[in-house]
């Protein structure tokens, strides 16, 4: 009786610790099916409230990874990946992957939808035309030995365990959950067959975790069971009280990669992160000696169009279009309502309630409100202004991309609502890169 979903379910809700059996017993059903999609979401909602102890996460992560195939590699270079928490305009790991690549690295990436406020790399994946973003082991091996990565989703045979429970989590208010994040995240990357994992902890405003202390928290979550498990961990804290990027929306956010890849946009804010991450991965797979040297080799290889070379084969193996870097407009979903959002009083940008654009973004219909919703991947905004600029009339606070009048009348009054527009500056933004933990979880 003590294994009925039922019991185990009440055991955590009592605050009971659950035993590595009774851990085994509910993912497997949640694999087969025999639990319930409300029993799965009173189970997050357990342990959301009561939490997991070290053991319960190490054998909770095991038991999602091993709940399909794992995967096992034969290649001539190290297998890397990286991982974020999400943010809003958080599309690091369209340029990154390709760039590590690049570099000597194979990066078979598995990826998400967007949880909550948070956009999802599957998502805006699934906004280029064509692109198998899950297709079958065979193809996801080949693509990513022929190219050297390949950004894809959770395939059946992959953590089907934590697929299910990562949907319920969306839409049950259960994300924030540090338990339940490392749980999902690390069974995915133990699946893929790791060499090495970098984590993005995002801070702030439009983060899953919204101060310093839960994101270290998490952090150290992460590399402690990541390095338990056998696969070397660094992780990064890095700001998010501001967009990554200055574009939010699906099919919007590829075309901003493809503009960073080919070098017509880039912004400094994305392009630090973007080359942080990735030189952390290259020093995990020892293809340079130090930090200055591998952040000079990804420097170099997206400054010379190699990473965006990579890319577009990435995209054309896995059934994207051969010409997106040249003709991205070509391809990509365009909203038929596009205008200006100027601020209510010109000024100064103070400060940005940044989880709010995203809550914007999935009401256009760019995010879900239930599992089974289809997403708009035309929505979002573009250009959005950044913490102390100026904004005003000729410089507004964004770009909203609608489907229809009415819908860009609701996401402009909301972004409106999420800047906070002084006279004269009154704050500059923080650093980009708040702190490290390194693969035995010190600083």
Known sequence: MRHLP???????????????????????GLTAGHVSEGQAAAFAMAVLFRGLSVAERLALTHAMARSGAVLTWDLP??????????????????????????????????????????????????????????????????????????IIGQTDDLAPADRRLYAIRDVTATVESIDLITASILSKKLAAGLH????????????????????????????HVANQAGLPTTALLTDMDQPLASAAGNAIEVAYAVDYLTGRWREPRFH????????????????????????????????????AAVFARMAAALGGPSDLLERPEKHLARAPVIRPVPPQTPGIVHAIATRDIGLAVVALGGGRTRPEHNIDPAVGFTGLAGIGERVDD??????VHARTEAAADVAAEALCNAYDVAEAATAEAGPLILERLGAAGST
């Open 272 to 307: 630090t992160v973007t080359v942080v991450l990735a030189a952390e991965m290259l020093l995990l797979g020892r293809l340079a000696e130090s930090l200055a040297e591998a952040e000079a080799r990804i420097e170099a290889v997206i400054a010379s169009g190699r990473a």
């Open 394 to 399: 000729a410089r507004p606070l964004g770009i």
């Open 77 to 150: 270079g190290p297998v890397l990946d990286k991982h974020s928490t999400g943010g809003i305009g958080d599309t690091v790991s369209l340029a990154l992957a390709p760039a590590v690549a690049a570099c000597g690295g194979f990066v078979p990436m598995i990826s998400g939808r967007g949880l909550g406020h948070t956009g999802g790399t599957l998502d805006k994946l699934d906004a280029i035309p064509g692109y198998r973003s899950q297709p079958d082991l065979d193809t996801f091996r080949r693509v990513v030995r022929a190219v050297g990565c390949a």
């Open 6 to 28: 039922q019991e185990i379910i009440r055991r955590k809700r009592d605050g009971a610790q659950l035993d590595e059996a009774e851990i085994e017993v509910f993912v497997a």
């Open 196 to 223: 090495g994992l970098v984590k993005d902890v995002k801070v702030g405003s439009g983060a899953v975790m919204r101060d310093r202390d839960s994101a270290r928290e998490l952090a150290e979550s992460l590399v």
